[in-house]
């Protein structure tokens, strides 16, 4: 598979995502045996106009077992030519005569487009902006489920959470709907609940989906239970009662109500979501998502560098 | 070409830039089929007192390019032991003992040379102070010219905007000093022109020169026009109307006066110094200039390293 | 000899102190031959919460002269994760999922010790707290005067300057009582003094110890003189005079009373303490401190990577 460049989640179709997740097995065999020195002449930038020190270092190990090089900066806005006004476009054609992949963390919604619109070095999005793509993180999600429960067609996912405003679930939830006889269950509190705009894209593509709040009856039923955080501060301004947050609070009860075969997510970090006491039990998946992050990163390089 | 250190402009004779270019032209052919891996074991320190990251990128890329490795800071000046009040030379012997090349940006003038002084360990300056040097940006600038025009030995460049203040025109004026039969026009608002230090270095040497305001009237007899920016409160501290800086904005109406074999230079970032719309015209040079400085530096940094 | 985490100077028992000095001496000879790519499938990650610029380039460079790979963070504080209120236990899963080995630099005491219990990847601590542990400065103070005297057994050393709050004095001292008929001879105004804590264990350990003011009277008769700062600041908030400070600054005349075959050792920054007219006497060990350094931390991540 080559890429020009990883923009966002729709780019990718089924046949491609399943490519992507074998070599993303193919890079797990290369990081057992102590990873590669193949790319050892290429470099990667990571480009970040926002911090996100968990997302950089995810990227820069993956090059790093590709055998690749790093140029980082955390702190691309105070760039002295973006301080001077000099447009991302301009930024990105120096950064290109510099590197043969940039990473880029854009503070702006479409700012990885912008880029890739200008740009011959290849473009990968690691975030861009509060409403925008945050394209990787939604393939290692999905990557861990077909991983985890060994298919992803007929999957039943629980996202659970703030699923208003969550990048993250909205992500996962546009990709699972690429994929057959997927059921997708929204549980959140009434002021959380996912938009009208997921639901109507679901529903063009015959997708199962049902509304709820109560995590304790839906756990029996499903493969794969998604928790994201809701800030207690949001809570209480959107006229909810902080109790409601207890009941998604997945602790060894509520643990219990889940079958042997299916997986605990969280995009992490984790807070009051997710007890510390349950990360020894099988089901635990969200350091695994970590790992699988690694690899997908791999794959995607691999395939942007060719 | 063994060099100890590379503080300043001066230190270069003309067969020493000639050599410093081929070697560049070297580096050229190592790039295009990949770079090499025969300085994996040695270790570059970026030192940066300022920040900046464009300098720092393509000073650490050369190095990747050379399979070097990195050790880099962004904040020297907050080093705990600069903070604490360590002098420089000791932070230069400490850091002497990390790396085998230190890549200095310090903020005083002379602080690259203090550097030197007391140093084993190759210096190299990435810019000393608002009036320091910035050697290196200055030979990729004359390295572009060499390229593009196919010779500097009666050149034709005219410099424009802020020719006052800016670092950059003052050290190309000086290097282009160097070669026979060169010819400078230095094109600015009167109070923005070239300072006399510099025309008096080049009277010394039988250097022809002209001062202009009239960009215009200029182009159709260069072989290289190289644009700086003039801040707009610059403009109107020193008393000159905002419109003046119109003259000097480089866009097709202006480029179809400009010679076919011409060159347009700018040390970046531009701003409203030159229109994107000439981007893809042959003549523009600016973000091969970006590509030259990683030849430049890849050739300083074989230099010194041996 | 393997080690699991690096996590304070009480783990080192004397044959594995041997043991590591062998281990570093063999760096040494590894150095000088230009390093080494054996560790070039391997990443450490550098994940300080406090600055600490020296510390961290001094493990950087260990690491890549093994060959070894880098992910580094200077202001692990404002990790994403960190300030929405994870865990260091959290924080330190996932990185181990990134890197082969963690180099922590946390805030609190404990924190390396924290990190350790819950990480299957090995940790080194470089240091904790303010009243922490900082083992490998320890380590490296140690192996310079095994390699400057040529034995630790017998060794009078001579610890000057602020030893009640000095980190790296009190770690000397508690290495140092490991050895055989070692004397200590602590030097400092009375409000400076070491602290009971290592009066008691040198008692306990039967190392011979004196409690002295006098720099001048002490010089004569040791082998090692491990002079650290005292601040201006301190000394009034204590009530001493500002003149004591003088008799501790170690400069020509004050050399000429330390043996021939003496050090003058400093943990760096140096400001007051020792003059810059002495640093080209071949007692002056301070600047191979940091080279030793390297080499210590060079045998550090080999013991914990295997």
New interface residues.
């Given amino acids: 598979m080559k890429l020009q460049h990883v923009i966002e989640s729709q780019q990718f179709t089924l046949p491609m995502l399943v490519e992507l997740f074998e070599l993303a097995d193919q890079m797990d065999r290369i990081l057992i045996r102590?990873?590669?020195?193949d790319y050892?002449?290429k470099?990667m930038?990571s480009l970040f106009y926002e911090?996100?020190?968990?997302t950089r270092?995810?990227f820069?190990?993956a090059m790093?077992?590709l055998?690749g090089?790093i140029?980082?900066?955390?702190?691309?806005n105070?760039?002295?030519?973006?301080a001077?006004?000099?447009?991302l476009?301009?930024?990105i054609?120096?950064?290109g005569?510099?590197?043969d992949v940039i990473v880029l963390r854009h503070n702006e919604v479409g700012g990885a487009r912008r880029a890739a619109a200008v740009s011959s070095t290849p473009i990968v999005n690691a975030g861009d902006g509060k409403g925008g793509q945050h394209p990787t993180q939604a393939l290692l999600d999905l990557y861990t489920i077909y991983k985890g429960v060994k298919t992803i067609e007929g999957v039943k996912v629980a996202l659970v959470g703030n699923l208003t405003d969550g990048r993250t679930v909205r992500s996962l939830a546009y990709l699972l709907g690429k994929f057959e006889r997927v059921k997708i269950y929204f549980i959140a509190p009434h002021s959380f609940q996912i938009k009208q705009d997921i639901l109507d894209y679901l529903t063009k593509h015959n997708v199962w989906f049902t509304l709820e709040s109560d995590l304790k009856k839906t756990l029996p039923e499903v493969d794969v239970v998604y928790s994201t955080r809701i800030e207690p501060e949001l809570l209480t301004q959107r006229g909810e009662r902080l109790e409601t947050i207890s009941q998604y609070f997945i602790d060894d009860t509520l643990l219990k109500l889940l079958p042997s075969h299916a997986l605990v997510m969280h995009p992490?970090?984790?807070?009051h979501e997710i007890s510390?006491s349950i990360d020894s039990d099988p089901r635990a998946a969200y350091?695994k998502q970590?790992?699988n992050?690694?690899l997908i990163r791999m794959a995607l390089l691999v395939s942007v560098l060719g």
């Fill in positions: 102590g990873g590669t020195q050892n002449n470099i930038a911090h996100s020190t968990r270092f995810s820069e190990s790093h077992r055998g090089n140029l980082a900066t955390e702190r691309a105070t760039f002295s030519s973006v001077a006004g000099e447009t476009e301009d930024t054609r120096v950064v005569h510099y590197a992490l970090p984790r807070l510390p350091f970590t790992r992050g690694v």
